[in-house]
């Protein structure tokens, strides 16, 4: 199983961006994705999820701006960035709980998109 994500780049404060990130190899079924963010020096944080059933949740950072959505047959899940900010500058890591089968789902992680805001 893969998760490739694309879509980073850099973009001047006020821009947008669509990141997209893509699913592949040997999956039963995919219960939550979502996209997750690392800026230099501080840890891991949740931007946004959503479940299978599309229901999202959104840090409060980025509420109003960021809109997550997912296509179930594509195994995909995408994020459009609005109004972007220089403390939005990370690398983006997409996630997904996913079953190759039996029953047991786990978590697996992209390799991460960069996305650079400039002022």
């Known amino acids: 199983v893969q998760l490739q994500a694309f879509g980073g780049g850099l973009v001047q404060a006020g821009g947008s961006l669509r990141l997209s990130c893509a699913a592949s190899g040997s999956i039963f079924a995919i219960n939550g994705m979502g996209w997750y963010r690392q800026a230099p020096g501080k840890q891991r944080e949740l931007v946004a999820t959503?479940?299978?059933?599309?229901?999202?949740n959104y840090a409060d950072s980025v509420k109003g701006r960021f809109t997550i959505s997912r296509d179930n047959a594509k195994n995909t899940v995408y994020l459009q960035m609005n109004g972007l900010k220089p403390e939005d500058t990370a690398v983006y890591h997409c996630?997904?709980?996913?079953?190759?089968?039996?029953?047991?789902?786990?978590?697996?992680w992209g390799q991460g998109t960069l996305v650079t805001v400039s002022s």
């Open positions: 996630n997904a709980d996913l079953s190759t089968g039996r029953g047991i789902y786990d978590s697996y």
């Open positions: 959503i479940t299978s059933g599309g229901s999202t």
